[in-house]
T-cell receptor, first 110, second 114 residues
Framework: EAQVTQNPRYLITVTGKKLTVTCSQN?????MSWYRQDPGLGLRQIYY???????DKGDVPEGYKVSRKEKRNFPLILESPSPNQTSLYFC?????????FGPGTRLTVT | ELKVEQNPLFLSMQEGKNYTIYCNYS?????LYWYRQDPGKSLESLFV?????AVKQEGRLMASLDTKARLSTLHITAAVHDLSATYFC??????????????FGKGTHLIIQP
């Protein structure tokens, strides 16, 4: 089944404790991206990647890092999480204009 | 800078009624998307609109695109409770940050009451 997976789905952590949210797709898509969703703000792009080893900032990249060492994986790294990064995070891949979203990761930073 | 505005942001309506959600965007774009999101769930793709005058229909939902007016509409016909959800439009194009990807509206929270 073609899909985008994310782990973990839920995470509660404390300020400053580094964490990684994994994202994987099995469709061999070159383009992948991360979005965060906050109430009343819709979804905003954090980072995107056009291909392996090619990443670029989205609209709200501050406090996040990404890497793209393999085509299928695009992890999101929070080196020192802060409470304002509490949000719902979606990973997505794209092919021929169609977006495929993962199930989401709900992150709470206390 | 690409901006996407949806209205209304909140809509409560009765079953059987018709209504329209509007999506305005500020710059030219290749594609416009409509998504549905149920509480705690991911985004479900409803429509992808590619060209001026495009109209797509699926069940009680119909989406249209006017690229000259930079306007898309999502029309709900004879609403039923199962259509209660949050609906997002999104435009493919460069945002103010120079990013390549989708720029989303803030979403329309739709409640359909019996």
């Amino acid at each position: 089944e073609a899909q985008v997976t994310q782990n973990p789905r839920y995470l509660i952590t404390v300020t400053g404790k580094k964490l990684t949210v994994t994202c994987s797709q099995n469709m061999n898509h070159e383009y992948m991206s991360w979005y965060r969703q906050d109430p009343g703000l819709g979804l905003r792009q954090i980072y995107y990647s056009m291909n392996v080893e090619v990443t670029d900032k989205g609209d709200v990249p501050e406090g996040y890092k990404v890497s793209r060492k393999e085509k299928r994986n695009f992890p999101l790294i929070l080196e020192s999480p802060s409470p304002n990064q509490t949000s719902l995070y979606f990973c997505a891949s794209r092919y021929l204009g169609e977006q495929y979203f993962g199930p989401g990761t709900r992150l709470t930073v206390t | 800078e690409l901006k996407v505005e949806q209205n209304p942001l909140f809509l409560s309506m009765q079953e059987g009624k018709n209504y329209t959600i509007y999506c305005n965007y500020s710059t030219t774009s290749d594609r416009l998307y409509w998504y549905r999101q149920d509480p705690g769930k991911s985004l479900e793709s409803l429509f992808v609109l590619l060209s001026n005058g495009a109209v797509k229909q699926e069940g009680r939902l119909m989406a249209s695109l006017d690229t000259k007016a930079r306007l898309s509409t999502l029309h709900i016909t004879a609403a039923v409770h199962d259509l209660s959800a949050t609906y997002f439009c999104a435009v493919d194009g460069y945002s103010g940050g120079g990013a390549d990807g989708l720029t989303f509206g803030k979403g329309t929270h739709l409640i359909i009451q019996p």
